[in-house]
Nanobody, 123 residues
């Protein structure tokens, strides 16, 4: 079992920045690929970013590429998502997830999920 707890969400003006954190506990964090997803009201959950177990490979949704950065610190059992140049359409609940296989942009590939953290971007 892996327990994931997100933090760092909040209210920010358009153009602002946030750093989301996802702290993991339980089985070996460094053996899991990690991903961030988000879900806006009335919309399906969508992929945001993912990172391999070593941190050597990353992928991003086109909508956030160049604005968001995913990273991880295996010594701290934490994965981060840096959100820059935020837009109102980035408003959503952001979830981190752990994948015991290769990192993926498919939510169905992920084994464990956090409870989410709200990000609200005002115009």
């Amino acid at each position: 079992q892996v327990q994931l707890v997100e933090s760092g969400g909040g209210l920010v003006q358009a153009g602002g920045s946030l750093r989301l954190s996802c702290a993991a506990s339980g089985r070996t964090f460094s053996s899991y690929a990690m991903g961030w997803f988000r879900q806006a009201p009335g919309k399906e959950r969508e992929f945001v970013a993912a990172i391999s177990w070593s941190g050597g490979s990353t992928m991003y949704a086109d909508s956030v590429k160049g604005r968001f950065t995913i990273s991880r610190d295996n010594a701290k059992n934490t994965v981060y998502l840096y959100l820059n140049s935020l837009k109102p359409e980035d408003t959503a609940v952001y979830y981190c997830a752990a994948d015991s296989s290769l990192y993926s942009d498919l939510s169905s590939e992920y084994d464990y999920w956090g409870q989410g953290t709200q990000v609200t971007v005002s115009s």
